[in-house]
């Protein structure tokens, strides 16, 4: 993420900020809050333009952004806390800031080729349903958060 000052949100953009953390797609969040798709889709724009997130990342990392930055709070969870490794943990982190499998690969230090089969044992581990609902969790359970490093001894990495 960058250090850029964020820009805060108003409240219509913290309306669909927080349908965005919930997992909802702007042709949902259109549909539920009696909104145009082109006023969503705009606002989802302007959203990512003061949280400098990349416009072609995923809705994951978008979300990672907004809870990280404080623009939004994750919902409430009854999900248990699941005992990650540091290599998971490092995974996960790579995971909500990125949307590339390189650039996933890279910051997990894993194979790029590895990077679907590990993402998907992440989420049965956590028992998230989807990305967007995983990084929500991470954020809950306290695995993720703005300036939260993750570091892996030496002997765990691959």
Excluded at 123 to 137: F, M, P, Q
């Amino acid at each position: 993420m960058t250090t850029a000052p964020i820009t805060p949100l108003t409240p219509a953009e913290r309306r669909v900020a927080d349908h965005l953390v919930r997992g909802l797609e702007p042709r949902a969040i259109a549909a539920e809050t009696g909104l145009s798709s082109n006023t969503v889709s705009s606002y989802v724009r302007t959203i990512r333009a003061k949280l400098h997130c990349p416009t072609r990342s995923a809705p994951h990392v978008l979300v990672h952004h907004l809870l990280s930055s404080g623009q939004a709070t994750p919902p409430s969870a009854t999900e248990p806390t699941p005992d990650l490794t540091p290599a998971r943990r490092l995974l996960l982190r790579a995971f909500a800031e990125h949307t590339s499998p390189y650039d996933v690969a890279r910051d997990a230090r894993i194979a790029p080729a590895d990077v679907r089969a590990e993402a998907d044992t992440l989420l049965a581990e956590t028992g998230a349903d989807d990305a967007t609902r995983l990084v929500v969790l991470a954020h809950v359970w306290g695995f993720l958060g703005a300036g939260r490093e993750t570091t892996i001894p030496a002997e765990a990495r691959r």
